[in-house]
């Protein structure tokens, strides 16, 4: 089976560093990808991590470590357009999602 | 410009009438999903196809129907029997399911029962 647990909500300001983690259980597992959703609007793709480690694109960093089952989606310099809903998800088979973190960034 | 295109944007469906939402890609792609999202959740799956005639039922799909006559089509039918039908529906595509990859979603519909 396959689970996926992030915290359902997060609170910033603009400018600041916010971290969304993600822990995960899954049979068979290909890294692990993240997703930005505004409200109403439909999931995009953000990054994707096959090995441990950090990747960074621009102000967004994704992290894994699969030893741990775990990984986090780092967000820089926040912005008011950020306000979103991220979600974590194993790219692969189904592509299963979690419930996803709603983010609130605040003036 | 390549993509997923889903239609229509908003439905408004009597209680008891079946309803058939489109979902079409010009990626070639071979797999496509249907994805049902219910207001401050995430997305559960519905049903999936890895290839043209052959679709497998996800976590929720009790009450839907789909078919894949054609590789760039996976329309999705909302019977009678799904008893809570309002929901916003995503249908999204990737390269395939057997190596890890990116989906592209569409823009979703937006089905209310009234």
């Known amino acids: 089976g396959q689970s996926l647990e992030q915290p359902s909500e997060v609170t910033a300001v603009e400018g600041a560093i916010v971290q969304i983690n993600c822990t995960y259980q899954?049979?068979?597992?290909?890294?692990l990808s993240w997703y930005q959703q505004h409200d109403g609007g439909a999931p995009t793709f953000l990054s994707y991590?096959?090995?441990?480690g950090l990747e960074e694109t621009g102000r967004f960093s994704s992290f894994l470590s699969r030893s741990d089952s775990y990984g986090y989606l780092l967000l820089q310099e926040l912005q008011m357009k950020d306000s979103a809903s991220y979600f974590c998800a194993p790219p692969f088979n189904k592509f299963y999602f979690g419930s996803g973190t709603k983010l609130n960034v605040k003036p | 410009d390549g993509g997923i295109t889903q239609s229509p944007k908003y439905l408004f469906r009597k209680e008891g009438q079946n309803v058939t939402l489109s979902c079409e890609q010009n990626?070639?792609?071979?797999?496509m999903y249907w994805y049902r999202q219910d207001p401050g959740q995430g997305l559960r799956l519905i049903y999936y196809s890895q290839i043209v005639n052959d679709f497998q039922k996800g976590d929720i799909a009790e009450g839907y129907s789909v078919s894949r006559e054609k590789k760039e089509s996976f329309p999705l039918t909302v019977t009678s029997a799904q008893k809570n039908p309002t929901a916003f529906y995503l249908c999204a595509s990737s390269i395939g399911t057997g190596v890890p990859g990116e989906l592209f979603f569409g823009e979703g519909s937006r089905l209310t029962v009234l």
């Open positions: 990626l070639n792609h071979d797999a």
């Open positions: 899954t049979s068979g597992f290909y890294g």
């Open positions: 991590n096959a090995l441990d």
